[in-house]
């Protein structure tokens, strides 16, 4: 499904270069739950990035359902970000002035090449909704949620064009303990009753530890391990820069 082969990324600042990810290699098969664990700055939402296709200025070879990204034009990277992947984030990107239901079908506004059929976008956001458990907020707006059922519904949001993958950066860095496990919950009920493959990154080594893979990046390299409380400690708040 996802495989990486001898990526390299680089920050450049002023005179300095700081070679982040050092020529990794992963393979993920479909319908695995990973998550992917390490200090801050390491790297892992930018790899993360890379593989939504967010990120392209990398040198190595993405590939995703058979499609090396880095070989995409722009309007096919932009249909494989709306229509292959799901995006989560620690920022739940909720536009306060449309209702949970609007901002569900925004993927149909910016699917290419097609005008959006409202009636249509709207019965798959109501399906999706029900999914999330959140069948009675559709008409409410975001400001009027709970973080965590903000959350369900960026989830839901990224669930619309029903992708192959789920990609989560932090997707429980806003929320208490008890919702980010409820979170966590929903995503691995994606994973197996829908079969879709699903990323996390995460500092939280509870989190990683619940996931039945876990990749740790540090120092430009991608290992994986059996216990995150043992390879990351029990606390990274520093954030998450790249």
């Known amino acids: 499904m996802i495989r990486i082969r001898g990526m390299h990324k680089s920050y450049t600042t002023g005179k300095m270069v700081t070679e982040v ?4 290699d992963l393979d993920i098969d479909n319908g695995e739950f990973i998550s992917v664990i390490g200090p801050s700055g390491s790297g892992k939402s930018t790899l993360l990035h890379a593989v939504g296709g967010l990120d392209s200025d990398y040198t190595g070879a993405i590939e995703v359902d058979g499609k090396d990204l880095a070989k995409l034009s ?18 739940f990107y909720l536009l306060p ?23 249509a976008a709207n019965k798959r956001a109501r399906e999706v909704l029900e999914e999330v458990d959140l069948s ?7 400001t009027m949620l709970s973080g965590g059922q903000r959350q369900r519904i960026a989830i839901a949001r990224a669930l ?15 929320l208490d303990s008890k919702t980010g496990t409820a979170i966590i ?4 009920k994606l994973n197996e009753d829908d079969g879709i493959t699903v990323l996390i990154v995460t ?5 990683a530890n619940s996931t039945s893979r876990k990749i740790l990046v540090a120092d430009g390299a991608l290992t994986e391990v059996e216990d995150a409380t043992e390879a990351i400690g029990g606390d990274d708040n520093n954030g998450d820069e790249a």
């Open 185 to 188: 919950d929903l995503f691995r």
């Open 21 to 24: 990810l050092r020529g990794v």
């Open 74 to 91: 722009d309007a096919e990277l932009s249909a494989y970000r709306n229509e292959t992947v799901g995006f989560v984030f620690q920022s």
């Open 203 to 207: 500092h939280d080594p509870r989190i």
């Open 136 to 142: 009675e907020k559709a008409d409410v707006f975001p």
């Open 160 to 174: 619309f064009n029903k992708p192959q993958v789920m990609l989560c950066d932090e997707p429980t860095g806003n």
């Open 97 to 119: 002035h449309l209702t949970c239901l609007e901002n569900i079908a925004l993927p149909a506004v910016f699917k290419r090449g097609a005008e959006a059929d409202v009636e």
